[in-house]
Nanobody
Framework: QVQLVESGGGLVQPGGSLRLSCAAS????????MRWYRQAPGKQRELVAAVTSSGNTDYADSVKGRFTISRDNAKSTMYLQMNSLAPEDTAVYSC???????????????WGQGTQVTVSS
């Protein structure tokens, strides 16, 4: 069984920074794409950032230049550094990883529990 555990959310003032972490554990053979999503109240979930197994990254236009996604393969962990935060960044942030385990033939998508990020003065 695989678990993704997120940490790092909280309350921050506009212009501030937060760093989210998502650590995977379990019977993991390989981790492929890693992604951060967010969902604000009354809105659809949106893809915020993604990083491939080779390190290529992609970002939503709304966060380009402010957010940085990274991964530490040795620790099976993904990070999202969020700078210059604005009230419109307020949302529940969830991590997603495509993971090949010892009991599956193909990578399976796993989700973290979600962490609240609130940007407010």
């Amino acid at each position: 069984q695989v678990q993704l555990v997120e940490s790092g959310g909280g309350l921050v003032q506009p212009g501030g920074s937060l760093r989210l972490s998502c650590a995977a554990s379990g019977s993991i053979l390989s981790i492929y794409d890693m992604r951060w999503y967010r969902q604000a109240p009354g809105k659809q979930r949106e893809l915020v950032a993604a990083v491939t197994s080779s390190g290529n990254t992609d970002y939503a236009d709304s966060v380009k230049g402010r957010f940085t996604i990274s991964r530490d393969n040795a620790k099976s962990t993904m990070y999202l550094q969020m700078n210059s935060l604005a009230p419109e960044d307020t949302a529940v942030y969830s991590c997603n990883m495509a993971i090949l385990t010892m009991t599956t033939r193909y990578p399976t998508n796993y989700w973290g529990q979600g962490t609240q990020v609130t940007v407010s003065s």
